[in-house]
């Protein structure tokens, strides 16, 4: 009973505190044509009740950002030639126009790409040993920090997105083993022909739009297919 009594707040509140996504492309959703479609056209996918362990694994992420990003910020107090870039500067000082400062929350930035039409968060930007470099955090089980070798490849069109919008080519991914917080790093170099590739994907998003077509989901039946559909609210949607 106390479990129960337990879980219910946990529930209630994540779902008080819930907001309704904004009609914009999410880097991080950039994966699914048809997904990016329903999000811009403010569609509401499943409002199933997260489970509390799922929105403690979420919360536990968030904490460890902070920490992570605070340990980086910490380095160059410590001899080592990195520095922790404020976002909101940087667009400032390159006078990039066409991205707007939504808000800041500690160390990571809110921020709207007006032309992309994209919204995102973006954990920071860092300046190691005289160049920059997009930093990306993400937190992982045991078993698929073990077999990381490289950037997900569900991570690449996030990268791509934030160096369209930054103009900086190099993506720092750090990987952190949520189970005990050992780390693994990969740089991603982005290049022209991703860049093209993701404003392909944006292009064809909003000719669907204009035309009112649902565009195609992802053709074929591979594990990243699979990876993509497994938390997506428009499973349901997506089938009819």
Known sequence: QFLNDLERPIKLTDKK??????QTFK??????????????KGIEGSDDDADSGLIGIC???SDRHIRIQTAIAGMKDNGIDCEYVDVAEYVKK???????IVAQHGMETKLYHKTYNMSFLCDGII???????????KTESSRKFFDRNDVDRGHINQATAYSLAFGINKVLFVYENRDVCSKKAFMLEVTDDMKMHLIGYIENVNTCLKNNTVPPRLLGLNPFEKKCCAHCGYKELCKK
Do not use: V
Request: net charge positive.
């Open 127 to 137: 300046k190691y040993k005289g160049e920059y470099y997009i930093l990306e955090i």
């Open 59 to 61: 919360e536990s992420g």
């Open 94 to 100: 390159h006078k990039l126009k066409d991205i707007e």
């Open 27 to 40: 880097p991080s959703g950039m994966n699914c044509m048809r997904a990016s479609y329903y999000q811009i």
């Open 17 to 22: 505190n819930a907001r309704k996504p904004s």
